[in-house]
DNA sequence: CTAGATTACATAGGCAGCCTATGTAATGCC
DNA sequence: GGCATTACATAGGCTGCCTATGTAATCTAG
C-alpha cells in the first residue's frame, strides 16, 4: 500500500512540477489558460460556451471569460446558433489560429534545450509517460463521475 | 522533428491537466501551494525565507507570504537565525506535520478509485511515468539555467 | 396559449497563487 | 562611519478558478 501511496503522491508531484516549470519559463505572451483554449476551439470545431466548458473541466462562468479575453484578442467569433437562440457558436478566427501556431513554437521553445539531449530511447520513455498519464487521468475521471452519479442518486 | 514537437507539447498538456484534474477533484482543507510547502519544509528541514522560494521555484515575495499563511494556521514557526539577525529559520510544528499528513491522505483518496483499478504492470510503468517528467524538468531547469547564466554574462 | 420550469449564458464577488517594484532593517566591507 | 549588499516584508496587479445569482430564450403541462 506505501508502494502505490507513495506512486500517486509522486505523480501528482511531478506533474505539478513540469506544469509549474512550463508556465513560469515558457514566455509565451499568451496566458496558459487562453492557450488551453485556443486549441481546444481549434479541436472541437464550432461549439458551445457548455460544451467548450465541460471539454476542458471548468464551469460555465470560468469558460464565458476565457472566451471573452479570447474574443477581445480578435482570436475567436461566435455566431448565435440559428437553432437556439439562447447558444452561440463559437469558433477561431485566422489571427486565432495564427496565435495557437505563435503559442505552441513558443512553449516548444522553452523546452527544446532539454529534449534536445535526449536520445531516442528516452523520447520514447516520454511517451510513454504521456499514455500513461492520459490513461491515469480517464480512469480517474471516470471513477469520479462514478462515484459523483452515485451521491445524485442518493439526493434524489 | 514534428515528433518531439508533439511529444512536447503532449507532455505539457498532459501534466497539466492531470494536475488541473487534482487541484479540482482532491477536496483537501489546504490549498495546492501550502500543501507543497508543508512537504517542502519537512524534506528540507528548517530553512530560510529564500532557501524554501528557491527550492520551491519561486519568488521570495510569493514564499513570505505563503509562510505567512502556513503560520496563521500554526503549521510552521520562525526563529530568529542566531548567525544573522535579518533572516529566520523556518521549520513545521507538530500540528504541521499532523496536516501534511492529513493532505497526504486526503490526495490519495481521490487518486485512489483509479489507482485501484491498476495491474501491476500499470503501476510500474506509472513509475517510469514519473521517473521520465522529472528527469525531463531536471534537464530542463538546467537547460534554463545555462542560458540565464549566458545571458548574466552579457549584461555584466 | 400561457404560466412555470428549464436551459444557455452573463455578471458579481471572492479567493488562491503568482509576479514585479519597492521599502526596511541588519550586515559586511573599505 | 558610510555605503553597498542581503534578507525579508509590503503594495499593487494579473491570471485563473470558483459559487451565487440574474436574464433571456425555450420547452412543457394543462
Known sequence: MTN????GNSVLR?????????????????PMAQARLLALIEELGPSRISSLAAADHCSQPTMSTQLQRLEAEGWAE?????????????????AGRAALGRVRRARLQALSPAFDQLDAAAVARLQDAVDALDDLLVRAAAAADTVADAGARHTR
Open 4 to 7: 502505490r501511496d507513495e506512486l
Open 14 to 30: 511531478s506533474a505539478a512540477r513540469l506544469t509549474r516549470w512550463a508556465s513560469r519559463n515558457a514566455s509565451f505572451d499568451v
Open 78 to 94: 461566435r455566431i448565435v446558433d440559428p437553432a437556439d437562440a439562447r447558444a452561440s457558436l463559437i469558433s477561431l478566427t485566422t
